[in-house]
């Protein structure tokens, strides 16, 4: 499945790593950029979410929030957010619904693993409708940071 460009996003209320509800909800009025990623304290996922927080200006002057999603325990992504310093919010989907819900779900990741999110970048405009989606099945690739920064700019 995957979600068509101009939809609207699927809504959702995850717990974050400091066990407050968190809704898609809560940002109607700004673009939102959400992520999900496979593991918490992984390679590729550790430089991801390290370029976010890095450049988080950038996506603060274009009007946008972060919301960081993966299938991690809220007590893992809190030891994870602590320890990178990361300045968003980082939301279990430990009951992979959101995920399901997104088209961004592995059916078996790595190890044999089953139901670990696959990094996957959505931009959801001001009016909840997806502006950019980018679903990616290889793991170890990034998500084009600069087509979303482009897209926000457009959503200004």
């Known amino acids: 499945m995957s979600l068509e460009l101009g939809s609207v996003a699927p809504s ?3 717990k974050s790593s400091d066990k407050a509800d968190v809704s898609l909800s809560d940002y109607t009025g700004k673009n939102v950029v959400v ?8 390679g590729v996922c550790t430089t991801e979410l390290c370029s976010i927080r890095d450049n988080k200006g950038d996506y603060e002057s274009l009007n ?28 279990s989907d430990w009951n992979k619904d959101v995920s399901a819900s997104y088209g961004a779900l592995y ?5 044999g693993m089953k ?3 696959k990094r996957s970048a959505f931009v959801v405009d001001k009016e909840g409708k997806i502006r950019y989606a980018e679903v990616l099945e290889n793991a170890g690739e990034l998500p084009n940071f600069a ?4 897209t ?5």
């Not at 926000?152 to 200004?156: C, D, E, M, S, Y």
């Open 12 to 14: 959702f209320t995850l």
């Open 35 to 42: 992520l999900f990623f496979p593991l918490a304290f992984t």
């Open 64 to 91: 946008a929030e972060v919301l960081a999603i993966s299938v991690d325990s809220l007590f893992t992504l809190d030891k994870f957010k602590s320890e990178q310093g990361y300045n968003f919010p980082l939301l």
């Open 107 to 111: 059916d078996e990741f790595v190890l």
């Open 115 to 117: 139901g670990v999110s």
């Open 147 to 150: 087509a979303i920064n482009e």
């Open 152 to 156: 926000l700019r457009q959503f200004q």
